[in-house]
């Protein structure tokens, strides 16, 4: 694209940014009374919505009960208005599926399965870039709300490669232009992968570099999200008498 | 006539506002609880490399060597001798499944329910071929036992 940089000499991106630095997160847990679980979260533009239902018996078709654990079920849909041109399906279209498989093999790696029959989770999300981070983050939290065992949180970030300088958590501008991008979801606590994912042509000596900015974000994000859950929980518990 | 306007003001956070200052200890998932193996390990922690991981967000209770980890919100687990309300939502082979908001769905037996005739009486064919004309899918019920068996509630 002439004329449009992402990285400036002087090393500012876009929207002012550093290569490191995330833009402005804000966090709410507990949206829906009617719900389990659920939360809000803005990631920069992004914004994402997130409700758990569960663990509730299966229904439907019993024979996909599995024996020993549960059933975690993920749906992703985005908002008709939500990108640049009007979308007319909101979900059943390739890309929500598969963002729909890639939140489920995440939470399937962080919920503690054993202990119940079958959750469903479902995330509704409205997208300026960095929507698997976005959801993934919602999604945590909403988990967390519903009460549901977790073995840690998990924090996700974007994390991009332009002229030799890894930049973390991109905007919609930025993976629009077309360059390589990988999107990792972390469990903070044992520095574990959840999910890493790029569908991009990387040369495999930057990796190590654009994995690591994405890993310093997740673990930054992490800061953020465990300080909402401490106040919620606080508040929470004042509340409820002691 | 005079009036009182107040503008808009941001919420002081709760915390703040009633001024005391929790004394339970609180955690967040991943949160260590101790590294103390000495203790026995309850709902809503997990054993992770020789350490009491928290496995909920809630507030951490400690009864002599057991500690557990009591969530803020989680689904209704059953107690013996509450008193539940709940709708039918199948009717198997001697059996009802009951929705009460749960975890799994409550279970009431054929056995358990009181027939008229005696209660001593074995609960026959016909019983079984019967059970739709007592509750059917929809019915909403009220039973006072409880018993807890393999994660669903007996009732």
């Excluded at chain 1, 990796?207 to 800061?223: F, G, I, K, Y």
């Excluded at chain 2, 506002?17 to 997990?46: A, E, N, Q, S, W």
């Excluded at chain 2, 009486?121 to 039973?143: H, K, V, Y």
Aim: net charge neutral.
């Amino acid at each position: 694209m002439a004329g449009l940089e992402l990285l400036s000499d002087q090393g500012y991106r876009v929207d002012g940014r550093r290569a490191g630095e995330l833009r402005k997160i804000q966090a709410r847990m507990g949206v829906f009374a009617q719900a389990d679980g659920s939360a809000y979260i803005e990631q920069g533009n992004t914004k994402a919505l997130a409700v758990v239902y569960g663990p509730h018996e299966i229904r439907g078709s019993r024979a996909r009960a599995l024996p020993d654990r549960a059933l975690v079920n993920c749906q992703y849909s985005s908002a008709t208005f939500s990108t640049g041109e009007r979308k007319r399906r909101p979900h059943g279209d390739r890309k929500s599926c598969e963002m729909g498989l890639q939140l489920r093999q995440t939470f399937e790696a962080a919920i503690l399965t054993q202990l119940h029959p079958r959750s469903q989770i479902d995330i509704y999300v409205q997208a300026d870039g960095g929507t698997y981070a976005a959801c993934v983050n919602a999604a945590t939290l909403a988990v967390l709300d519903a009460g549901i065992p977790m073995r840690d949180f998990v924090c996700a970030c974007s994390a991009g490669f332009v002229d030799g300088t890894a930049l973390a958590d991109l905007s919609h501008v930025e993976e629009a232009a077309g360059g390589p991008q990988l999107a990792l979801a972390l469990l903070p606590a044992s520095g574990q992968i959840a999910l890493l994912e790029m569908d991009a042509r990387l040369h495999e000596d930057h990796l190590e570099r654009v994995l690591e900015a994405a890993a310093q974000a997740a673990r930054d994000v992490h800061t953020l999200l465990d300080r909402v859950v401490r106040q919620h929980v606080r508040e929470a518990s004042i509340l409820l008498g002691d | 006539m005079a009036m009182e306007m107040r503008l808009p003001v941001a919420r002081k956070p709760l915390s703040e506002r009633l001024g005391r200052d929790t004394k339970k200890h609180l955690v967040v998932p991943g949160d260590t609880i101790t590294t103390d193996t000495g203790f026995m390990r309850g709902h809503g922690t997990y054993m992770g490399e020789e350490k009491l991981i928290a496995s909920v967000a809630g507030s951490v209770e400690r009864v002599n060597k057991l500690i557990c980890v009591k969530a803020l919100k989680t689904r209704y687990i059953g107690e013996v001798g509450d008193i539940v309300v709940g709708r039918i939502t199948e009717v198997q082979q001697k059996r009802w499944k009951v929705e009460t908001n749960s975890r799994l769905d409550s279970v009431l037996l054929l056995s358990s329910m009181n027939l008229p005739g005696g209660e001593l009486r074995r609960r026959s064919a016909e019983d079984e071929l019967a059970m739709r004309g007592f509750l059917q899918e929809g019915d909403l019920i009220s039973d006072g036992q409880g018993s807890q068996g393999h994660g669903s509630v007996a009732l």
